[in-house]
């Protein structure tokens, strides 16, 4: 629960409706899903098996397990997607919170559409307002952290999850009882092969690795904290199932209730943040439902900052006592913490950084980070023997499966991910 915290949160909700919004609805669906089987599932397992495996995060693992600092440019890559991640993750988290505070206020009674888009508008430039916003919940990310990932995030996810997917279900039997809302499923189920370019195929694969927490070292750390039983090939199953039943769920939330209500599906990052309000507004007990909704939408933007910042802690824990100057974990929450503020800061008062954060994680740095984790498992670490990542798994992955993971890591991840890259660059 605590990796499927990690992967759901507001990549699903906030941000994978406005990207299929963007790129064709069904489109975008269909390449999405193929991405998650193709690139998902062996890159999650990838990830599991090099921490449970290495007993180590992302700094220490790739040196514990080879044996050498070749591969610890790896780790650098990893440290470097989860900061820059944070710094625009944090201050979307903060619209959240801002959010739950008006909802406690009925703040949106009685707006229209356009009430609503005017709304957002004022709130995310409203700098001050963000700023305390922003800094909230990197506070008590940091409060979680003080402790372990087993006290903390493991038990706020047993509880909360299942009641975020509960408002959900609920929420989206609402909205298919709107009118016109037979032509958003249309919009997010229909396939139309036309509408497949190669940008669409590029932002499938980062929303895949962003939602999925894939490339950036967190499910390295969390595979560090599994037991050694834990069966790693079960465990990827269940958080892919479940991270991408919530990305399912959002949209099916979204779509029909634009259309119902006239907006447009290709609003951007601010799509959410004005339908979702508009849906509450139809829902019985208005207050209530507002209040619980962004409460949990809250807590899921939390279990995902955690993870985030969790690698920074870890990687920073790890550096120190590799250089003879350990840092404990507090300390290393403390100057983590500090330094994701900062980061926050300058995010709030540039925009364009916000947007560049984005974009350069998701179509360029986690693809990479993900690619050198295959090419590192597939070609570098013996398969099988005592310092094989299955090592310890052959209970739990049969023979045929473990030689088309290997192959899968060896050829097909890599040679997507470089034809994909070269595509966008106009090279081919």
Same mark, same amino acid.
């Given at each position: 629960?605590?990796?499927?915290?990690?992967?759901?949160?507001?990549?699903?909700?906030?941000?994978?409706p406005?990207?299929?919004?963007?790129?064709?609805?069904?489109?975008?669906?269909?390449?999405?899903?193929?991405?998650?089987?193709?690139?998902?599932?062996?890159?999650i397992?990838?990830e599991?098996?090099?921490?449970?495996?290495?007993?180590?995060?992302?700094?220490?693992?790739?040196?514990?397990?080879?044996?050498?600092?070749?591969?610890?440019?790896?780790?650098?890559?990893?440290?470097?997607?989860?900061?820059?991640?944070?710094?625009?993750?944090?201050?979307?988290?903060?619209?959240?919170?801002?959010y739950?505070?008006?909802?406690?206020?009925?703040?949106?009674?009685?707006?229209?559409?356009?009430?609503?888009?005017?709304?957002?508008?004022?709130?995310t430039?409203?700098?001050?307002?963000?700023? @305390? =916003?922003? /800094? +909230? !919940?990197?506070? %008590?990310?940091?409060?979680?952290?003080?402790?372990?990932?087993?006290?903390?995030?493991?038990?706020?996810?047993?509880?909360?999850?299942?009641?975020?997917?509960?408002?959900?279900?609920?929420?989206?039997?609402?909205?298919?009882?709107?009118?016109?809302?037979?032509?958003?499923?249309?919009?997010?189920?229909?396939?139309?092969?036309?509408?497949?370019?190669?940008?669409?195929?590029?932002?499938?694969?980062?929303?895949?690795?962003?939602?999925?927490?894939?490339?950036?070292?967190?499910?390295?750390?969390?595979?560090?904290?599994?037991?050694?039983?834990?069966?790693?090939?079960?465990?990827?199953?269940?958080?892919?199932?479940l991270?991408?039943?919530v990305?399912?769920?959002?949209?099916?939330?979204?779509?029909?209730?634009?259309?119902?209500?006239?907006?447009?599906p290709?609003?951007?990052?601010?799509? @959410? =943040?004005? /339908? +979702? !309000?508009?849906? %509450?507004?139809?829902?019985?007990?208005?207050?209530?439902?507002?209040?619980?909704?962004?409460?949990?939408?809250?807590?899921?933007?939390?279990?995902?900052?955690?993870?985030?910042?969790?690698?920074?802690?870890?990687?920073?824990?790890d550096?120190?006592?590799?250089?003879?100057?350990p840092?404990?974990?507090?300390?290393?929450?403390?100057?983590?913490?500090?330094?994701?503020?900062?980061?926050?800061?300058?995010?709030?008062?540039?925009?364009?950084?916000?947007?560049?954060?984005?974009?350069?994680?998701?179509?360029?740095?986690?693809?990479l980070?993900?690619m050198?984790?295959?090419?590192?498992?597939?070609?570098?670490?013996?398969?099988?023997?005592?310092?094989?990542?299955?090592?310890?798994?052959?209970?739990?992955?049969?023979?045929?499966?473990?030689k088309?993971?290997?192959?899968?890591?060896?050829?097909i991840?890599?040679?997507?991910?470089?034809?994909?890259?070269?595509?966008?660059?106009?090279?081919?």
């Amino acid at each position: 629960m605590a990796a499927a915290g990690s992967a759901v949160g507001l990549g699903n909700i906030w941000k994978f409706p406005y990207i299929a919004g963007e790129n064709g609805g069904g489109a975008f669906l269909v390449v999405y899903l193929v991405c998650v089987l193709l690139f998902g599932l062996p890159l999650i397992m990838t990830e599991f098996l090099i921490g449970k495996r290495s007993g180590k995060s992302a700094y220490g693992a790739f040196h514990a397990l080879n044996g050498n600092n070749r591969w610890q440019w790896l780790s650098w890559v990893c440290m470097t997607t989860a900061f820059l991640i944070m710094g625009f993750y944090f201050v979307v988290t903060g619209w959240c919170f801002n959010y739950l505070v008006e909802a406690c206020m009925n703040v949106f009674k009685g707006m229209d559409m356009q009430a609503l888009t005017s709304h957002f508008k004022e709130i995310t430039t409203n700098t001050p307002r963000m700023i @305390v =916003f922003g /800094v +909230l !919940p990197v506070v %008590l990310t940091a409060c979680v952290l003080w402790f372990d990932v087993n006290k903390g995030i493991e038990r706020l996810s047993k509880i909360l999850m299942p009641l975020l997917l509960v408002m959900m279900f609920l929420m989206a039997g609402r909205v298919l009882m709107l009118d016109n809302s037979n032509i958003g499923m249309q919009f997010f189920f229909r396939f139309d092969f036309s509408q497949i370019t190669p940008r669409v195929v590029l932002e499938a694969m980062g929303q895949c690795f962003f939602s999925l927490s894939i490339g950036m070292g967190a499910l390295i750390t969390y595979g560090a904290y599994m037991p050694k039983t834990q069966n790693v090939t079960r465990t990827s199953i269940e958080v892919i199932i479940l991270d991408t039943l919530v990305a399912l769920l959002a949209g099916v939330i979204i779509f029909p209730a634009v259309f119902a209500f006239g907006f447009n599906p290709a609003e951007g990052p601010q799509l @959410v =943040f004005v /339908v +979702l !309000p508009a849906i %509450l507004e139809q829902m019985s007990f208005t207050w209530l439902s507002s209040v619980l909704f962004f409460g949990l939408l809250c807590i899921a933007a939390l279990t995902s900052t955690i993870s985030l910042m969790e690698v920074a802690v870890a990687f920073l824990c790890d550096a120190s006592a590799a250089h003879n100057h350990p840092l404990d974990r507090r300390k290393s929450v403390l100057i983590t913490s500090a330094l994701v503020i900062a980061l926050v800061l300058v995010c709030e008062f540039w925009q364009p950084l916000f947007d560049s954060f984005d974009n350069i994680t998701a179509c360029i740095l986690l693809p990479l980070g993900a690619m050198g984790m295959a090419l590192f498992v597939g070609w570098r670490l013996p398969n099988n023997g005592q310092k094989g990542v299955l090592h310890g798994e052959k209970t739990h992955i049969k023979r045929w499966a473990r030689k088309t993971f290997i192959f899968v890591l060896r050829f097909i991840v890599p040679a997507a991910i470089i034809i994909i890259f070269l595509n966008s660059l106009g090279v081919i």
